[in-house]
C-alpha cells in the first residue's frame, strides 16, 4: 500500500501535469483528427493531384526533363527539393525557392513522372488542412512553437505515468471496466477517465512519445547536418560553388548503382539544408513500411554526378524517421487510420472528463486523496 | 449507498492483469503492421491494434 504522503505528490503530479497540458492537447486530438485523413479530405476539396491513367508498361521520363518543366514554370527560381510520398509513384513534386535556403517565397510544382508534363501548382501554403497542420505542429509560431507543443507533450507523458501510479489505488475495490452508472455523475465521470484511460494507455503513449520527438525534429537534422553531413562535404569546404551542373538522371543512377535494392526517396539541391553547395544529395529509400521511411543519403558531386559519400543515418535520425509514422498512423491503410481516428476521440473523452473531473470540485472541499479514494469506493 | 467498502482489496496483480494484456496487444499490433506490409501478420497486426476498442465497446455498452 501506497504511503499518504507519496499518493498525495502523485496526484499533485497528475493534476498539475494535466491541467497545464490539456488545453493544449485537446487542440492537437482535434487538429490531428482531420489529419489523419488528409489525403481522404484534400481529395474531397479537389485538393489532391491526381495523374491520368497511362497503358500499362510506361516508363518514367527523366528527372532533368521533370525538373526542366518545373523550372520553366519560374525560371527566377531555384529548384530546392524533388520529392513525393512513399506510396505515391505517378507524380513528383519540384520545390522552387527565390534561394536555395528560401523558405517563405516558394513555389510547388506537380510534374507527371511518365511524361513529365506539368499537372498542377498547388497552394500548399492556403485552406483548411494547412491551417490544421501548422495550429497541430507549431501553432504558427515556427521552432518555439514545435519545441512548446513537444514540452506540452512532455508533461502528458508524466501525466500519464502519474495516472497510472493512481489507477492502483482507485481500483483496489472495482472491477476492472466497471462504470457506476446509476451513481453520481462525478463518479461515472471518474470510472470513464480511469477506463478509457488505462485501455488506451500504450496507444496514447507512444503517439505522445513520438509527437514530442517530432516537435525536435529541426533540431534534430541540424544536429545531423553539423555532425554527419559536415564531415561528408569537409573535402568540398573550400571550393568555390559550381557553375555548370550534372544530370540529375545520371546522379540518380549513381545512387542506385550503390543501393540497388531501393528506390529514390527525395533529391536535396545544392545550397539546401539536406546538402552542401557542391552537391545533390540523393536520398534513397527502402520498399517495406519500416524502411520507407529510412532514407539512405548519397552525396553526389553536383559537377560530376560521381558518388563522393554516403553512409548510414545515426540513430537519433532513426530514431526521428521510425517515430514518424508511428505517430501519423500511415502506415496499415484504412483499417489503422480509422483506428488512430477512434482512439484519438477516445483520448479527446479522457482529457474532457479529466477537465470536468478537476472544474467541478474547483470550489468544493477537497478532502485528502486517501479520503477521496475512499469515498469514491464508497458510493 | 455503501456496496464497494465491503468488496476485498484487489492485489496489483489483479488490477494490472487486463492493463497489462491491452498494453502488450496494443504494442504488438503497432510494431507487427509497421514491419509486415501485407499478408496474414499484417491483418492480425491491425485486429491487435482493435483489441482496446472492442474492449471499450464491450464493457462499457454491455455492462
Redesign the interface.
Known sequence: MMRNHTLKQWAWIHKWSSLICTAFMLLLCLTGLPLIFHHEIDHLLGNEVEAPDLPAGSTDASLDQVLANAVARYPDYLPQYIFREADETKTWRVRLGKSAQEQNDLHYVVVDARTAEVLAEPKLKEGFMYVMFKLHVDLFAGLPGMLFLGLMGFLMLVAIVSGVVL??PF????A????RKSRAEKLKRLD?HN??G??????VF?VGLTGVINAWSDLVVKYWQADQMASMIKPYKDLPPPKEFASIQASVLAAKQLEPEMRLGFIAFPGTAFTSDHHYGIFMRGN???TTRLYKPALIDAQTAQLTDSRDLPWYLMALL?SQ??HFGD??GM??KM?WA??DI?TIIVLWTGLMLWWKKRHQYVPDIQTQI?LS??? | MVTHLFLKHRSLRQIFKWPLLIGLATLLGLLIVLIEDVGMMESFGIVTLFFPIMIIIYFYFTQ
Open positions: 489507477y492502483a481500483m483496489r475495490r472495482i476492472f471496466g466497471e462504470i470513464t477506463f478509457l488505462i485501455v488506451t494507455l500504450v496507444w507512444v517495406t513500411p519500416l521510425i509514422p508511428l502506415y496499415g483499417p489503422l483506428i477512434t482512439l477516445i475512499r469506493e464508497a458510493y
